[in-house]
């Protein structure tokens, strides 16, 4: 079992509870168990730690304890893979992607970053009434962080909310999600460990209720709210973050639209789009659940798209051929499975898939076809490998329909002329494209959404720049 992580000490909880292999259905450790006290007791020790060490305002420290973790996490990957493998339910193609390898590097973007990035800036001298003023801008720390973070992804969430947020000078306290709480209480073993941040400056905590998140967002103590979650959990936070007007940075659901132009390669967009949806089993808020393609065309893609999911391996995650895994819980699978059903009974086809596997939280690769675009599948986020293949009449139809959602998220465009499929995606109300499969993921591209699908972005510079007040002074020199 793994320990909680408060002002620089393990600490275990008289309380615990199961952390369960998604792939077998079965518990395979213990999770503590945090309480409001204990996470009042973190947020005191983050508090502590900004208003009295010198964390905010020493960058060669914050530099070099960067540099550190991103060591440990180098030198400890492995022992992390399976446990991301086990508790998440990700492939291990996966941890060699997006799930641990690439995300490890947001550690040594932010370190690199930091140690050029302007924390001053001059503005031009004025002239009033005779005297000359000088005016600069510094930027300095937000505060007290706290980093809420969901179960599909924790490895590059935590990192991409911890590793600037530290960057910036914040302390922070990190809540792992109740369905994957081993795997981001292990960061703060090797910060524990292999690191000089000081006692106070990170604290990590799990709980398997709702209290714990609901003392962080609302916290008096707590400057900065960041949370990833569904929007109606987003809404909730942002509405207890209010109290006193804290900062609040969200990234929240999506229903993302990927649309085939009518010049597009219909056997290289349909096997992308197959292979996409089954992603950690279509656990991604930025993964493209909607496929919108020339009504013409409709039934010839939709073949090809079936012909491709049954390609998918599924199965076993630590297996490397395996492309696609369990969803994360029995309750998630009675979700997409219910959501599917009512696609059904609402006049969608349903082409292939729509089965449970057992053991474990399995779903097979599903396809939806003749989806209505105002329907529950066409709307609401699904989180589950489930394909909704949309059929329009002209490209404004097909942009109306893109953006016919309270998401903004992602999206995709698949055209053989860059130039159309360029001039398609400015028009569609997303904070991410990609355009003939381009991949826009790294720790160096902020990532985000418009309209409900959040506020802020994480990663890049702009995801420091989250962390960051800017103060303006002036002074006579004249």
Same mark, same amino acid.
């Given at each position: 079992?793994?320990?909680?992580?408060?002002?620089?000490?393990?600490?275990?909880?008289?309380?615990?509870?199961?952390?369960?292999?998604?792939?077998?259905?079965?518990?395979?450790?213990?999770?503590?168990?945090?309480?409001?006290?204990?996470?009042?007791?973190?947020?005191?020790?983050?508090?502590?730690?900004?208003?009295?060490?010198?964390?905010?305002?020493?960058?060669?420290?914050?530099?070099?304890?960067?540099?550190?973790?991103?060591?440990?996490?180098?030198?400890?990957?492995?022992?992390?893979?399976?446990?991301?493998?086990?508790?998440?339910?990700?492939?291990?193609?996966?941890?060699?992607?997006?799930?641990?390898?690439?995300?490890?590097?947001?550690?040594?973007?932010?370190?690199?970053?930091?140690?050029?990035?302007?924390?001053?800036?001059?503005?031009?001298?004025?002239?009033?009434?005779?005297?000359?003023?000088?005016?600069?801008?510094?930027?300095?720390?937000?505060?007290?962080?706290?980093?809420?973070?969901?179960?599909?992804?924790?490895?590059?969430?935590?990192?991409?909310?911890?590793?600037?947020?530290?960057?910036?000078?914040?302390?922070?306290?990190?809540?792992?999600?109740?369905?994957?709480?081993?795997?981001?209480?292990?960061?703060?073993?090797?910060?524990?460990?292999?690191?000089?941040?000081?006692?106070?400056?990170?604290?990590?905590?799990?709980?398997? @209720?709702?209290? +714990?998140? %609901?003392?962080? &967002? /609302?916290?008096?103590?707590?400057?900065?709210?960041?949370?990833? #979650?569904?929007? !109606?959990? @987003?809404?909730? +936070?942002? %509405?207890?973050? &209010? /109290?006193?007007?804290?900062?609040?940075?969200?990234?929240?659901? #999506?229903?993302? !639209?990927?649309?085939?132009?009518?010049?597009?390669?219909?056997?290289?967009?349909?096997?992308?789009?197959?292979?996409?949806?089954?992603?950690?089993?279509?656990?991604?808020?930025?993964?493209?659940?909607?496929?919108?393609?020339?009504?013409?065309?409709?039934?010839?893609?939709?073949?090809?798209?079936?012909?491709?999911?049954?390609?998918?391996?599924?199965?076993?995650?630590?297996?490397?051929?395996?492309?696609?895994?369990?969803?994360?819980?029995?309750?998630?699978?009675?979700?997409?499975?219910?959501?599917?059903?009512?696609?059904?009974?609402?006049?969608?086809?349903?082409?292939?898939?729509?089965?449970?596997?057992?053991?474990?939280?399995?779903?097979?690769?599903?396809?939806?076809?003749?989806?209505?675009?105002?329907?529950?599948?066409?709307?609401?986020?699904?989180?589950?490998?489930?394909?909704?293949?949309?059929p329009y009449d002209d490209d404004d139809d097909a942009v109306r329909i893109a953006n016919d959602t309270i998401y903004g998220l992602s999206g995709g465009v698949m055209s053989a002329d860059?130039?159309?499929?360029?001039?398609?995606?400015?028009?569609?109300?997303?904070?991410?494209?990609?355009?003939?499969?381009?991949?826009?993921?790294?720790?160096?591209?902020?990532?985000?959404?418009?309209?409900?699908?959040?506020?802020?972005?994480?990663?890049?510079?702009?995801?420091?720049?989250?962390?960051?007040?800017?103060?303006?002074?002036?002074?006579?020199?004249?």
């Amino acid at each position: 079992m793994k320990h909680l992580l408060i002002d620089g000490r393990l600490v275990e909880t008289e309380r615990t509870y199961p952390s369960v292999n998604p792939a077998t259905g079965e518990e395979f450790d213990r999770a503590p168990d945090a309480t409001a006290a204990d996470a009042e007791r973190a947020v005191a020790a983050a508090r502590r730690a900004f208003d009295t060490t010198d964390w905010a305002t020493n960058r060669e420290l914050r530099v070099r304890c960067l540099d550190q973790l991103h060591t440990a996490l180098r030198e400890h990957g492995e022992e992390l893979r399976e446990l991301t493998i086990t508790e998440v339910g990700a492939t291990r193609q996966l941890t060699h992607a997006n799930q641990l390898d690439v995300p490890i590097e947001i550690f040594r973007y932010y370190a690199d970053l930091l140690r050029e990035y302007p924390l001053t800036e001059d503005l031009a001298d004025v002239e009033i009434r005779g005297q000359t003023h000088r005016r600069w801008i510094e930027k300095e720390a937000a505060g007290v962080v706290a980093a809420i973070i969901p179960y599909n992804y924790p490895n590059q969430i935590g990192f991409a909310k911890l590793a600037p947020a530290l960057a910036a000078g914040c302390t922070v306290v990190l809540k792992a999600s109740p369905d994957t709480p081993l795997t981001t209480l292990a960061l703060g073993e090797l910060i524990s460990e292999h690191t000089d941040i000081p006692p106070g400056v990170v604290n990590v905590i799990s709980s398997s @209720g709702v209290e +714990v998140g %609901e003392v962080l &967002s /609302g916290h008096a103590d707590v400057d900065v709210v960041t949370f990833t #979650g569904s929007t !109606a959990t @987003g809404r909730k +936070v942002m %509405e207890s973050a &209010s /109290g006193n007007l804290k900062r609040v940075f969200l990234e929240l659901g #999506g229903k993302s !639209a990927m649309i085939l132009l009518d010049d597009a390669d219909f056997d290289v967009s349909a096997m992308f789009a197959a292979f996409m949806i089954c992603s950690h089993a279509g656990q991604g808020c930025a993964i493209t659940t909607r496929l919108l393609v020339p009504r013409e065309k409709h039934d010839e893609i939709v073949e090809k798209v079936a012909e491709n999911l049954g390609r998918v391996t599924y199965g076993d995650p630590s297996d490397p051929s395996i492309y696609m895994g369990p969803l994360i819980s029995a309750r998630q699978r009675d979700k997409v499975d219910a959501m599917v059903k009512r696609a059904v009974e609402a006049g969608a086809k349903l082409v292939t898939g729509g089965e449970r596997v057992d053991p474990g939280f399995f779903y097979t690769p599903t396809l939806l076809a003749g989806v209505d675009p105002a329907s529950e599948i066409a709307q609401e986020e699904i989180f589950g490998p489930v394909l909704a293949v949309i059929p329009y009449d002209d490209d404004d139809d097909a942009v109306r329909i893109a953006n016919d959602t309270i998401y903004g998220l992602s999206g995709g465009v698949m055209s053989a002329d860059p130039d159309r499929a360029l001039a398609l995606a400015r028009r569609i109300r997303s904070g991410t494209f990609s355009i003939n499969g381009g991949n826009y993921f790294a720790p160096d591209a902020p990532f985000g959404g418009y309209k409900q699908s959040g506020i802020g972005r994480e990663m890049g510079v702009a995801g420091l720049e989250e962390f960051l007040e800017r103060k303006t002074f002036a002074m006579v020199t004249g």
